[in-house]
């Protein structure tokens, strides 16, 4: 039986991330569990920095975006010798399971703990990324879509007025969710994506095909992993004769208060975690599919990849004529 839990975030911070830990705090406790939390991530677990984590903690924090228990990125849980370190801590802080919340490079640091110590972990998906695989949605992708929709829309008004072309650059290292959801709610011309090869040729031709049936101003969404806003920018004011302007969004996307979607799941995903561990399951992420609660082993949920729809690109274009 367990009698104390512990849980921690990890990697980019997403809004939400401190809905979660509500979820998990008050769930466990609800079990008669107490919970610890650990501060920045694997470096806090590796040097024994706690706070409890009461009923009265986690108050308050469902409203906020970042995450209370802070977030890093540990090099040194990385190593053999670090993660011993993680598990001393885990043992002389009497914490019999973990809750890791973040992305993909979070989660496998929980298989690993799992693997290495047959320690009982827990992980939720949390990243605006939205590519973690076996869930439909992680923590945070729906409150950075609207937040980078909000200033898409603000930017449509002056490319409308001026007559200009925007390129606006949005995150996504590796795959284009964001790019892809924000392109369609926009109303975008283009969205360039790093999962899909592009040609900013035919990217300009396009450009002035519309052009010439009355278009005037057009918004292109690039994905930070796909191509710099800037160079797509320059790229289009020599090919088309569009006057052009760029914007990169950066980090305020994964900043602000979590919408009611972000918020609910999150709830949802922390007190499910918490529940299956406290009923013995291990080395699982939880998630959602089709509205349901669902969860996975680590080691598959690592070893896929998740895809961007090809029929939401598809859209993009039939809609930009
Ligand atoms: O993984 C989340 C994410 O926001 C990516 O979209 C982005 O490329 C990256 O983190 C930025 O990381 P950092 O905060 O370290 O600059």
Redesign the pocket.
């Known amino acids: 039986m367990m009698k104390r839990i512990g849980v921690l975030t990890s990697?980019?911070d997403a809004p939400g991330m401190n809905a979660a830990i509500r979820g998990v705090v008050r769930a466990a406790l609800g079990r008669g569990v107490e919970v610890v939390g650990f501060l920045h991530g694997y470096v806090g677990l590796i040097q024994g920095e706690t706070v409890p984590l009461t009923s009265q903690d986690v108050g308050g924090i469902i409203t906020l975006g970042g995450t209370k228990l802070r977030t890093a990125r540990s090099a040194e849980f990385m190593t053999p010798e670090g993660r011993q370190r993680a598990r001393a801590v885990l043992e002389s802080q009497r914490v019999d399971g973990l809750v890791v919340i973040g992305?993909d490079g979070s989660l496998a640091g929980a298989r690993v703990l799992h693997q290495e110590f047959d320690f009982p972990v827990m992980g939720i998906p949390g990243?605006?990324?939205n590519d973690i695989p076996g869930t439909d949605f992680s923590i945070g992708f729906d409150t950075a879509v609207m937040t980078a929709l909000g200033a898409i829309d603000r930017v449509r008004d002056t490319a409308y007025s001026h007559e200009r072309v925007f390129v606006i650059e949005v995150?996504?290292?590796r795959n284009g969710f964001i790019a892809l959801e924000v392109g369609l709610a926009g109303g975008a011309e283009g969205v360039l994506i790093p999962e899909v090869p592009y040609s900013l040729l035919d990217l300009c031709e396009g450009i002035v095909a519309m052009s010439e049936k009355g278009k005037r101003s057009c918004i292109i969404v690039v994905a930070?992993g796909a191509a710099r806003a800037l160079d797509v920018k320059d790229f289009i004011q020599k090919n088309t004769g569009f006057e052009a302007r760029y914007l990169v969004l950066g980090?305020m996307q994964?900043g602000g208060s979590p919408t009611a979607f972000d918020r609910v799941l999150a709830l949802r995903l922390g007190a499910h975690a918490a529940n299956r561990l406290l009923s013995g399951f291990r080395g699982e992420m939880v998630g959602v599919d089709g509205g349901h609660l669902v969860s996975h082993p680590l080691s598959f949920v690592l070893s896929q990849r998740r895809m961007v729809d090809p029929e939401k690109l598809l859209l993009v274009e039939v809609m930009a004529h």
Do not use: A, K, V
């Open positions: 990697g980019g992305g990243s605006i990324d995150m996504g290292r930070e980090h994964r």
